[in-house]
């Protein structure tokens, strides 16, 4: 089975959970036997192609091969984002002209490289995740004939509630539309793309993301009670209501100290908030964490806090819980359809998220029992099954297509 695979992210260069989901998913894929060609837009400045390369051939034992599309896109890219990157890329490059102006057209170009990528690269299936790459899957369809599977990790209405925006909406619509299947990481998203897109239940599978969780790391003595935000600072990840909790927290525990690991693009408002709160000298922003780092954020912490507003699956609470620690999740997410040792809050009930936070630090015993049992719970997630069911999507869209 020969797969030519479009993202924007790849585990270890990543931003967020798209990226770990991508290397979970490939590494094992190939363990089950499957040939992918991973391509991306661009790489990051500190790290050569060659060291992607390396990485892919020493993990993935060569049969992951990744190509490279030179592109000014990043991860989690906004259109004013990239216009200012194309801005500030012009002015100092004359081969800026090589480049889409703005975000849209550099999808678009990226969609053009595809083509060509996808006459050079023998394949069976297309897969793509989100909708940076829609456009692109199309395109080498066009080209090929094969059939095309779009992998929805968020989408626009997760990543922008209330606030969207149409361009990329009709991006999404049109490659679920044009794609053979869809995918989805939770029933919740499911739900999303059918009730907001119009997609027939029928062309729609659900496939959980999981976890490499292959040891059961110590724990870190918290020296005080410390409660952590880990994720990108989004609206959609509701950093606004952990602050709101964090408040009624140390109103009758001062002596909570509050993390919040991450960047984004409401880091500043957020900072700025807990300031106004009259709560700054009790949460601390560490910016941007990788590797080791993240493990050992989840292993200091009492408890860890994902308040999503809108979170298609949340791999963050996986990883928490792997790590031992006890963990509180929105109800508005897809892995709280999946997890049982946690502990469920609506995001916007920032008094009851309070309670559940207070009642972990206040009891041991609880603390303990969501620790050991959340741990031992996630040994389940293995990325086994999703690659499993993926290969057997793989095999009934191309007999389908050989009809």
Known sequence: MKVLMFGWEFAPIYSGGLGVACAGLVKALVQKGAEVTFVLPKLPKDISEDKLSLVAADLYRGKVKVKVVKSLLVPYSTTTQYSAAYAKFKNRSPGASLYGADLFEEV?????????????????????HDWMTYQAGIAAKSVSGKPLIVHVHATEHDRSPGSINFAVEHIEKRGFEQ???????????????????????????????????????????????????????????????????????????????????????????????????????????????????????????????????SEPFGLTALEAMANGTPTIISKQSGVSEVVKHCLKVDFWDTQEMA?????????????????????????????????????????????????
């Open 108 to 128: 678009a170009r990226y969609s053009e490289a595809a083509k060509a990528i996808a006459k050079e690269v023998q394949h069976d299936v297309i897969h793509c």
């Open 179 to 309: 794609a053979d299947k869809v995918v989805t990481v939770s029933q919740y998203t499911k739900d999303v793309v059918k009730g907001k897109y119009g997609i027939n239940d029928k062309k729609i599978t659900v496939v959980h993301n999981a976890i490499d969780a292959q040891q059961t790391p110590s724990r870190l003595p918290a020296k005080s009670r410390v409660v952590l935000f880990l994720g990108r600072i989004t609206r959609q990840k509701g950093p606004d209501y952990f602050l709101h909790a964090a408040k009624h927290v140390i109103a009758k525990e001062p002596n909570a100290l509050f993390i919040v690991a991450g960047s984004g693009d409401m880091q500043p408002q957020i900072i700025e908030q807990a300031a106004n709160m009259g709560i700054a000298d009790k949460v601390l922003f560490t910016g941007f964490l990788t590797g080791a780092d993240i493990d050992k954020a989840y292993r200091m912490a009492s408890v860890f806090v994902m308040p999503s507003v």
């Open 355 to 403: 309670n559940k936070i207070l009642g972990v630090l206040y009891y041991q015993d609880l603390q303990q029992e969501l620790g050991l049992n959340g741990q031992s719970e996630i040994k389940q997630f293995t990325w086994k099954k999703p690659a499993e069911h993926m290969l057997g999507l793989y095999k009934d869209v191309m007999k389908v297509r050989r009809r």
